[in-house]
């Protein structure tokens, strides 16, 4: 597929969110470093804003409050006001943790808070609409429990399976990764959870493309439901994979 073909190829994918990063923490002590294109956080080096750390009600310690905003240019004396707009725009602008629900709002978040560090990006995640009913199935909030406080929606959820439009147009297509949300605030990829990806697209016939991600919807489908074949016997722990699509946006930083 040519560039100018995946400049809008979103048709038929609806938005999951849209996720504002940077590549800027060090390795983590086990020494695995995940492709710098993904979504998933275990063993990631990437950061993405806005995060917990953000919000006032939080249990971050100052240390880390300090560290993270760091790493998004955001000096110390700015965290009292970034934490009074986070709080405000949760479940407004955002939901659990990161997911912006909208490329409107995503762009006012960048120009707000991000325009001092270099490198920010800008995704935007899609999940075909035939499998929609099958991530809500996947990811609705359990029932509440007497005596205790409803657990609620994951970002990514109140996204695909609440709000439910279309993925925007005006991106470039990065590719299909194949994901598990972790309940209701993140993702793994088979990379981050130390399983043999190599082994499962060989099997399937995958060639990565330059992000290291699927261009075939179909293919990565594929591979998504060999990898709950292969853990059925284990559905809380390792079922659950689907293929994402991934778009570059313009994050209207640049300069």
């Known amino acids: 597929m040519s560039d100018l073909e995946k400049q809008d190829d979103t048709g038929g994918y609806i938005a999951a969110g849209y996720f504002l990063s940077r590549v800027g923490a060090a390795p983590d002590c086990t020494g695995t470093e995940l492709r710098p294109i993904s979504l998933a956080r275990d063993h990631s080096v990437r950061r993405f804003f806005p995060d917990a750390w953000a919000l006032s009600w939080c249990n971050t310690s100052p240390e880390e409050r300090r560290e993270h905003a760091a790493v998004f240019g955001i000096p110390e004396e700015e965290l009292p006001a970034l934490m009074k707009w986070a709080d405000a725009a949760m479940d407004r602008e955002f939901g659990v943790w990161n997911?912006?629900?909208?490329?409107?709002?995503?762009?006012?978040?960048?120009?707000?808070?991000?325009?001092?560090?270099?490198?920010?990006e800008l995704w935007g995640l899609g999940l075909k609409s035939e499998l929609v009913a099958e991530y809500c199935r996947l990811t609705q909030p359990p029932p509440q429990e007497p005596g205790f406080a409803p657990v609620g929606a994951g970002g990514t959820h109140e996204a695909v399976c609440l709000r439910r439009q279309a993925l925007a147009r005006g991106g470039v297509v990065l590719g299909h990764e194949i994901l598990k949300e972790d309940w209701g605030n993140s993702f793994n990829s088979p990379e981050s959870?130390?399983?043999?990806?190599?082994?499962?697209?060989?099997g399937s016939g995958v060639v990565l493309n330059q992000a290291g991600l699927i261009d075939s919807?179909?293919?990565?489908?594929?591979?998504?439901?060999?990898?709950?074949?292969t853990w059925e016997k284990e559905p809380s722990e390792r079922t659950g994979w689907l293929p994402w699509l991934l778009v570059q946006y313009p994050t209207g930083l640049e300069v």
């Open 217 to 229: 919807f179909e293919l990565a489908l594929e591979c998504s439901r060999k990898l709950d074949a």
């Open 193 to 202: 959870l130390h399983l043999d990806e190599q082994e499962l697209f060989e």
């Open 99 to 120: 997911t912006v629900f909208t490329l409107e709002s995503a762009r006012a978040v960048g120009r707000r808070w991000l325009s001092r560090v270099p490198d920010v």
